[in-house]
């Protein structure tokens, strides 16, 4: 074992002091070294990243391959199916696991669909989407899980709508969707799962070809040059990545919210507020699980030597809580100047969705205070349940009332 090497078991980096607070190891670890050796699920011995700057640097080197192949666990996975296929080369498409050259060839695809211009034209549909789960929300009464009620329904319904999903099909998606990342589920459940939600796509693309329409995946099958195959994979990705990360976050931020009433005040008080209490949203309140690179060649980064083979688990979470960066980083405070988190990566797979995820909780969030000024949660703070065991954090249910 490399000297001075650490374990993080899975339970380490969901115990926290408070609420909302990054578990007190995180903190422990940074200040002590911010890139150090740990001892990953499979005995390898590889790396933890947790300061600010050497996340950031890692993450721009193009030293580091992001694809699984030659990476290792850090944590031993929930069922031995996601174990399985933590190591499997990724299928054709599936480009968030590879590298250049692949990667680009695939991302320049679909740089142009993403734009911040045209993400702020979505605003309108957002806004109505948004409007009509509150509507629902306000027939039924209280009480309401706002998870269910808005928190899953608007980036669902939006990502369907900007890929040209037909609604129906939500359901379906949803179910396959939560078995697959269900730490109970069997290997033979998830691999159904996974073939249920692939299942969507043959057909999908095939009424594509014969009634072209105006969404981003029509335009990836009439002009995108790709196979069904790469078709398959790129819908799962973006429908997948799509909704689970930002209904976590909108679900985490009203939480949050409802937990720092002289916060949500000041937001009421002055809506311009709203861009950086986003910004500070997303900062504050990033999940348990890192992301991972492997060093292609011996790499000296941050006053390490990282060796050819080893991979590095990035913790996010601690990098944007690294005091180094940010003043105060355990306050949340929406006047803060918070731009500049590592919440949606950094580099060439930076996120793809990050404008049209800024832009839901940019609509979503000011639209449910300002309906339900004396919204408050139905229960006790600390019995809402946590998705700790997931990759995408956030309450599995926040009950709420008004
Ligand atoms: C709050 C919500 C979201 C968070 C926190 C988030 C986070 C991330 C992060 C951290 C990465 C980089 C992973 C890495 O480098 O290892 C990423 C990549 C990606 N995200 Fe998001 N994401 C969010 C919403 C979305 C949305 C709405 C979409 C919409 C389609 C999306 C699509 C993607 C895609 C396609 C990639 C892969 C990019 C590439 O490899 O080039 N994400 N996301």
Redesign the pocket.
């Known amino acids: 074992m490399t000297e001075g090497a650490i374990e993080l078991p899975w339970t380490a980096r969901t115990t926290r002091p408070g609420l909302f607070d990054p578990p007190q190891i995180m903190a422990t670890l940074r200040s002590e070294r911010p890139l150090r050796p740990m001892t990953f699920a499979d005995g390898h011995q590889g790396w933890l990243a947790t300061g600010y700057d050497v996340v950031k640097a890692i993450?721009a080197d193009s030293r580091f391959s992001?694809r699984r192949e030659v990476a290792h666990p850090p944590v031993t996975m929930p069922n031995a199916g996601a174990q399985a296929m933590f190591t499997a080369p990724p299928p054709p498409g599936m480009?968030?696991r590879m590298d250049p050259p692949e990667?680009t060839r695939y991302?320049k695809l679909?740089v142009g669909e993403?734009t911040v211009r045209r993400m702020r034209r979505l605003e309108a549909r957002i806004a109505e989407v948004t409007r009509d789960c509150l509507d629902d929300m306000e027939r039924s009464g209280p009480p309401a899980d706002l998870v269910t009620a808005l928190c899953v329904p608007v980036?669902a319904l939006l990502?369907c709508e900007l890929l040209g999903i037909p609604e129906s099909t939500l359901p379906v998606f949803r179910q396959a969707a939560a078995t697959a990342l269900d730490g109970e589920s069997t290997q033979e459940q998830i691999q159904q799962a996974y073939a249920t939600m692939l299942g969507v796509f043959p057909p999908l693309i095939a009424d594509k070809r014969d009634n072209p329409t105006g969404d981003v995946y029509s335009g990836l099958v009439n002009h995108g040059g790709l196979s069904d195959e790469e078709l398959t994979s790129i819908g799962l990705?973006?429908f997948a990545?799509?909704?689970e990360?930002?209904s976590?976050?909108l679900a985490l931020g009203a939480f949050a919210l409802l937990e720092h009433p002289g916060q949500l005040q000041a937001l009421r008080r002055d809506p311009s507020l709203a861009d950086n209490a986003v910004e500070e949203l997303?900062r504050f309140l990033t999940g348990p699980s890192g992301?991972?690179r492997t060093a292609l060649e011996d790499v000296e980064i941050g006053g390490e030597l990282i060796r050819a083979g080893q991979t590095v688990e990035l913790l996010?979470g601690a990098a944007n809580h690294d005091p180094a960066r940010f003043e105060r980083p355990g306050e949340f405070d929406i006047t803060r100047p918070a731009q500049g988190h590592l919440?949606?990566?950094h580099?060439?797979?930076?996120?793809?969705?990050?404008q049209?995820?800024r832009v839901?909780?940019r609509a979503a969030l000011p639209a449910l205070f300002d309906r339900f000024p004396g919204l408050r949660l139905a229960v006790p703070a600390q019995e809402i349940p946590m998705k700790d065991d997931s990759a995408f954090f956030g309450p599995k249910s926040l009950p709420v009332e008004w």
């Open positions: 993450l992001i480009f968030v990667h991302r679909l993403f980036p990502i990705l973006l990545a799509g909704y990360s930002t976590g976050m997303l992301m991972l996010v919440t949606f990566g580099g060439i797979h930076q996120c793809l969705g990050q049209l995820a839901e909780l």
